[in-house]
């Protein structure tokens, strides 16, 4: 169970840390720098809606002891959350996401997710 998790946990951190990064780069940021970074940063907001689907994909194969069902239940919730935010369809599928409120609402809510993540991460370290 632990490997599934521990596949993708280091992307995820890296998201969750750069979060408010992004968005403050997607607003402000003129630069040709800032473009590319705001690039990269959307491709990441991607990305981990696919992985958490894989990931509850995988935790749901398997038979997970009761000791830790909570655990595995309670980031199965949380990434279901994240991969129910589908930015493609509301942030467009260009390297940038639009500038609408639908799609800033949306990513509001998948950053308001990503603290739940990081908890739940830090619960699976002595496993990782």
């Known amino acids: 169970m632990a490997s599934i998790v521990a596949e993708y946990e280091s992307d995820w951190r890296e998201v969750i840390d750069q979060s408010g990064e992004c968005r403050v780069t997607w607003v402000l ?12 940063c959307y491709l990441q907001e991607q990305t981990i809606g696919i992985t958490a689907q894989l990931v509850v994909r995988d935790l749901d194969k398997l038979d997970i002891a009761p000791s830790m069902q909570s655990l595995v239940s309670k980031t199965e919730q949380v990434l279901e959350l994240i991969a129910g935010v589908d930015l493609k369809a509301v942030c467009g599928e260009e390297s940038l996401p639009v500038d609408t409120e639908a799609c800033t609402s949306a990513l509001g809510s998948r950053n308001m997710h990503y603290g739940i993540l990081e908890s739940q ?7 990782l």
């Open 29 to 40: 940021g003129s630069a040709p720098m800032d473009k590319i970074k705001g690039m990269s």
């Open 121 to 127: 991460l830090d619960a699976w370290r002595p496993y």
